[in-house]
């Protein structure tokens, strides 16, 4: 563009300050700060992890406290799996927090040390299966609450399947994630002596486990439908109570 000029590498152009200028990626530059453990990405993924730990906390324990202490019943299976879900998704949120104090969500030339990348890729090896385990149970615990309402056959066995698919597929996910190198610390050190699977394959795992899980969110999202529109209530009232039954499977 600029004939017999020479620029230096923006993504690379350190100042004495300990500042890095950056090129986002509508073409603007931008001076960042590579003291700062949290600046960019991993800033985003800090937030948003605080969030994921302390809303679906706060949310659980109010449904506990209710069902042990208000509603007859008392605690239930569906309970049991949901805490399990929440103790997971716990653990999943203070990796997540964790991880970008070492790194996770900067550029590898942004790390300050080869000590945090290794400790970064560790908390991002750690916190997958907490995530997917987060997951399953959420789902069981779901089903669960659905078949307690629901008198239909055919909404059982959508139900029964939902819960093996869900099941399964956590199962082989969670396998591949933390067998995929070999040895298995070779995911976090990576100049330890071994070899990864090929990541082409591990992503086509992903879009039918990402495929397979939005078809068991929309099974677990369609039966409260079904379930309160044969209610005789008022048709404002029906449409509010599906919507809000159906959030717990999105």
């Not at 300990?18 to 800033?43: K, W, Y």
């Not at 890729?121 to 615990?141: C, D, E």
């Not at 099974?219 to 048709?235: A, F, K, N």
Request: contains cysteine.
């Amino acid at each position: 563009m600029y004939p017999g000029r020479s620029f230096p590498n923006l993504h690379t152009l350190q100042t004495q300050h300990d500042h890095r200028f950056c090129l986002n990626e509508d073409g603007t530059v931008a001076m960042q700060d590579i003291g700062d453990p949290v600046a960019g990405r991993s800033r985003a993924i800090l937030i948003s992890a605080a969030l994921v730990l302390v809303l679906p906390l706060m949310t659980v324990t109010l449904r506990c406290f209710c069902r042990i202490r208000i509603v007859a019943k008392g605690f239930g299976w569906d309970d049991a799996s949901m805490v399990l879900a929440v103790i997971f998704n716990s653990l999943f949120a203070i990796c997540a927090i964790l991880g970008p104090l070492h790194g996770v969500g900067r550029r590898l030339a942004d790390i300050a040390s080869a000590a945090d990348v290794e400790e970064s890729l560790w908390w991002w090896w750690i916190s997958q299966p907490m995530y997917i385990f987060s997951g399953v149970f959420m789902k069981v615990s779901i089903a669960i609450t659905l078949w307690q309402l629901t008198v239909f056959r055919t909404h059982r066995i959508v139900l029964l399947a939902t819960v093996i698919i869900a099941t399964i597929q956590g199962i082989v996910v969670w396998l591949l994630m933390t067998f995929q190198c070999k040895p298995v610390s070779k995911f976090w050190r990576r100049d330890t002596p071994g070899s990864c699977l090929d990541p082409n394959p591990l992503i086509i795992v992903f879009y039918v486990y990402g495929a397979l899980g939005a078809l068991n969110d929309l099974c677990l999202s369609i039966i409260p439908i079904h379930l309160v529109w044969h209610l005789r209530l008022e048709t404002r009232t029906r449409v509010g109570v599906a919507v809000i039954l159906s959030l717990g499977g999105m």
